[in-house]
């Protein structure tokens, strides 16, 4: 294969002295799983096998493997790259778990594009032990960057100075990270992608003059909405098939889009739709440091209601009281939960995202 040599930490490894460290990683009981988890790729990348077996994180459903092929993850790889227009020697930041995509496309990235991979412990506060030196590339979800920016000391908060470019996927970016990038030095983009095809097929940046709500696909990448308003995707990375998705969403022209939600959370109740991701827009600016969620419940009278979900301790009669009132202001009628209800820990994927259908899963009986 013809990306079989990579740079970790400024030291440039070829096939055989990389065979050879993933063979002292990898039996070696000192090796931390993080780690581990990067040389057990790196070794998969090496073998003769034209096909990786990829794990979806099951955050809308039940995890799942898929078989791609190496060469699709170079086609992702090169795009990505053209894009950001990412030049050979530049350090690349590895902070995701390698067991899932995502992290597996930056090690593929630093093989395909020559990019200096910089690994570090996949934590919530990732630059902790991130060495000195200006980071050119770098991918977190939204747990980490908001961590950083609210959850850390200045010390470490100042090394998000030393990224040039930052992209963020795998959850959802609430109102108030949004505010919060708008502040800081790096270039920061949503991403928009799935396991499926292979990382991103669209970003939309966050901060800086073109700062926007629009997501714009990358070079080669064809969209459509079907029937149900869901976007189609065509990509060059993901084969020849168009792949569905459950992502609603508007068109803005043939090659961007605009997120509303998921079609599987969409709530019916008493014949009117509500999209939960858009409710829980709307609740962001009410309620403050907490997890929560929108879905529907099965109901008698209205077919389904709708529910609020909410991380942590129950709210005083007095908070709840308040709460109702302001919910009043800001929802329409058929947006207001008729249910609030409490759980002390989400479920989550490995990636840090609520397991919703689990939560619902678990919870719901007990409190009906």
């Known amino acids: 294969m013809k990306y079989d040599s990579l740079t970790i930490n ?16 990898l039996s070696g009981d000192a090796t931390p799983e993080w780690e581990r988890s990067i040389y057990s790729f790196i070794a998969t990348w090496l073998d003769d096998s034209e096909k990786i077996d990829l794990r979806t994180s099951g955050s809308t459903g039940k995890p799942k493997t898929i078989s791609v092929f190496k060469k699709q993850m170079v086609q992702s790889a090169v795009m990505t790259g053209r894009y950001f227009r990412l030049r050979q020697g530049q350090r ?30 996949p934590a919530s506060n990732p630059l902790v032990d991130v060495p000195e030196g200006v980071i050119d590339f770098a991918a977190m979800i939204p747990l980490q960057l908001h961590t950083l920016l609210f959850e850390t000391d200045q010390q470490i908060r100042d090394r998000l100075d030393r990224i040039n470019t930052l992209i ?26 799935m396991t499926e095809t292979l990382s991103h097929i669209a970003l939309r940046p966050l901060n800086g003059p073109g700062a926007s709500s629009v997501y714009r696909v990358l070079e080669g990448v064809r969209i459509r909405r079907d029937r149900r308003g869901c976007l189609v995707v065509q990509a ?27 079609v599987d959370h969409v709530i019916v109740t008493g014949g009117i739709k509500v999209i939960p991701e858009q409710v829980e827009r709307k609740l962001e600016n009410v309620i403050h440091g907490r997890r929560f969620f929108i879905c529907g419940l099965p109901d008698e009278k209205l077919g389904n209601r709708v529910v609020l979900y909410v991380e942590g301790r129950e709210w005083t009669q007095e908070e709840t009281d308040r709460m109702r009132s302001q919910l009043k202001s800001i929802l329409k009628p058929a947006e207001r939960p008729k249910d609030i209800r409490f759980v002390e820990k989400f479920p989550e994927t490995g990636s840090g995202k609520i397991r919703r259908a689990e939560t619902i899963r678990r919870y719901s009986s007990r409190q009906e």
């Open 92 to 121: 690349a930041l590895l902070c995701l778990p390698a067991e899932y995509v995502a992290g597996k496309m930056m090690i593929v990235r630093a093989f395909v594009l020559g990019l200096d991979l910089v690994p570090v412990r």
């Open 10 to 25: 400024g030291r440039r490894f070829n096939r055989l002295d990389l065979l050879e460290r993933c063979s002292e990683k």
């Open 168 to 193: 963020i996927g795998g959850g959802e970016i609430n109102q108030k990270l949004t505010m919060a990038v708008k502040a800081i030095k790096p270039r920061v983009y949503a991403t928009f992608g």
């Open 236 to 262: 060059p990375q993901a084969g020849e098939e168009e792949l569905v998705t459950n992502d609603l969403v508007n068109l803005v022209s043939e090659d961007s889009f605009e997120w509303l939600g998921r």
